[in-house]
Nanobody
Framework: QVQLVESGGGLVQAGGSLKLSCVAS????????MGWFRQAPEKEREFVAA????????EYADSVKGRFAISRDNAKKTVYLQMNSLKAEDTAVYYC?????????????????WGRGTLVTVSS
């Protein structure tokens, strides 16, 4: 089992920045792919960003490319999402995800564990 706890959400003005963190606990962090998904009101959960265990591979949704950056610190069992140039349409609950897979977590089908989410609200 892997437990995931997100933090760093909040209210920010359009054009601002936020950095989300997700700390993992439980089983070994080795071999765990990590990612972020989000769900806006009345919309389906969607992929945001993913990172391989080594951190050498990343993938982003087209809507956040060039604005968001995912990173991880395996010693701290933590994954981060730096969000810059935020837009009103980035408003959503952001979920941390983990998967026991060498593939990037660009699909929810690859996710084995979910965090409870942290709310990001971007005011225009």
């Amino acid at each position: 089992q892997v437990q995931l706890v997100e933090s760093g959400g909040g209210l920010v003005q359009a054009g601002g920045s936020l950095k989300l963190s997700c700390v993992a606990s439980g089983r070994t962090f080795s071999g765990i792919g990590m990612g972020w998904f989000r769900q806006a009101p009345e919309k389906e959960r969607e992929f945001v960003a993913a990172i391989s265990f080594s951190g050498g591979r990343t993938e982003y949704a087209d809507s956040v490319k060039g604005r968001f950056a995912i990173s991880r610190d395996n010693a701290k069992k933590t994954v981060y999402l730096q969000m810059n140039s935020l837009k009103a349409e980035d408003t959503a609950v952001y979920y941390c995800a983990a998967g026991v897979t060498p593939q990037l977590l660009s699909s929810s089908r690859r996710v084995d564990y979910w965090g409870r989410g942290t709310l990001v609200t971007v005011s225009s």
